[in-house]
């Protein structure tokens, strides 16, 4: 039986902060849902947590926060001991692996040490959530896993001239992992069902929350990347920026994404919500990630031809 009814249920939700993360929490909670959120950023989850008292929280729910990094499985291991003790159970019945960061475009380019931590957070952060909160899921009369992968997940470029390698490739794992769990789950915990979640354009802070993940400074390579970039989108002086320049337009380049996205992270939290209760195991959030989609199916030969996007959107 699909899980039509959120009331009375305890959710588990990474990347709680901000975004999509926030509006599931806040949608749940909603719902009459208890939620446990992590994320790096203790005020940004307090802000989660006001709105949803600002919203109104239903009598005998309860909203938790918890300072986790994904990336880190000793983290993700005690925020499952936290869940339990907080709110007093042995099980949840939904595991929202939301959290995610960008960076570490080019293999070829990239310092490595920035590309395993996109790699680490995306990939492994899901991995690690399942693993620590799977005993708790099966406790449960009934379960879902619901695992944010990535238009990127089954196309593997920004646009064209932008590399996306470890962002991509993270995405890809998650995609196939939870399409293997699909098979997993039912032949051995059938009360469980799990769901892969791909976004396109989503109006969230990820370019600004990756930057202050990742909290390194410019170096030449990324000097030379965000110039690229802002001179295939048509910013004159790109070439010339000195650093406070390329960081105030790097900010901008985060807000407009944020402002002119497609599908804000309300919308995009209603999409994964409705998914979850319709027992879709496969969720695109967006018109151009159900777009993209079809493209890459039936042309997958041309996926990355550098007149793909601009094809693909027609």
Not at 50 to 77: F, M, N, W, Y
Not at 149 to 160: E, H, I, V
Not at 182 to 191: E, G, I, K, Q
Request: aromatic share 8%; charged share 25%; hydrophobic share 45%.
């Amino acid at each position: 039986m699909a899980m039509k009814d959120f009331g009375g249920k305890v959710a588990v939700v990474t990347g709680g902060g901000t975004g999509m993360g926030r509006e599931l929490v806040r949608q749940l909670v909603a719902e009459g849902a208890s939620v446990a959120m992590c994320d790096l950023f203790a005020e940004t989850m307090a802000e989660t947590v006001s709105l949803c008292e600002a919203d109104g929280v239903p009598q005998g729910v309860r909203i938790t926060s918890h300072v986790a990094d994904v990336g880190d499985e000793e983290q993700v291991k005690r925020f499952a001991a936290e869940v339990a003790r907080d709110h007093k159970t042995d099980h949840i019945h939904l595991l929202f692996n939301n959290a995610g960061i960008g960076g570490g475009g080019s293999f070829v380019l990239d310092d490595r040490e920035e590309w395993d931590r996109v790699f680490q957070i995306c990939w492994f952060g899901v991995y690690y959530s399942c693993r620590a909160f799977f005993p708790m899921l099966e406790r449960a009369s009934e379960g879902h896993i619901i695992n944010t992968s990535s238009a990127n997940g089954f196309w593997a470029a920004l646009m064209p001239g932008v590399s996306q390698t470890a962002y991509s490739a993270a995405k890809f794992a998650v995609k196939g992992f939870t399409e293997a769990l699909v098979t997993d789950l039912r032949n051995y915990a059938p009360h469980i069902k799990a769901s892969i979640v791909m976004p396109g354009g989503v109006g969230t802070p990820i370019g600004l929350n990756s930057r202050r993940v990742l909290s390194g400074e410019m170096t030449e390579v990324s000097r030379r990347k965000l110039r690229q970039h802002l001179k295939m989108i048509g910013v004159e002086g790109a070439d010339v920026m000195d650093d406070t320049a390329l960081e105030a337009a790097q900010a901008m380049l985060a807000k407009r994404f944020q402002e002119l996205a497609p599908t804000s992270a309300a919308r995009a939290a209603t999409i994964i919500l409705d998914g979850v209760k319709a027992e879709r195991w496969r969720i695109l959030v967006g018109e151009d990630a159900e777009r993209l989609d079809r493209r890459v199916r039936a042309e997958p030969e041309r996926a990355y031809d550098p007149d793909f996007l601009a094809y693909a959107v027609e």
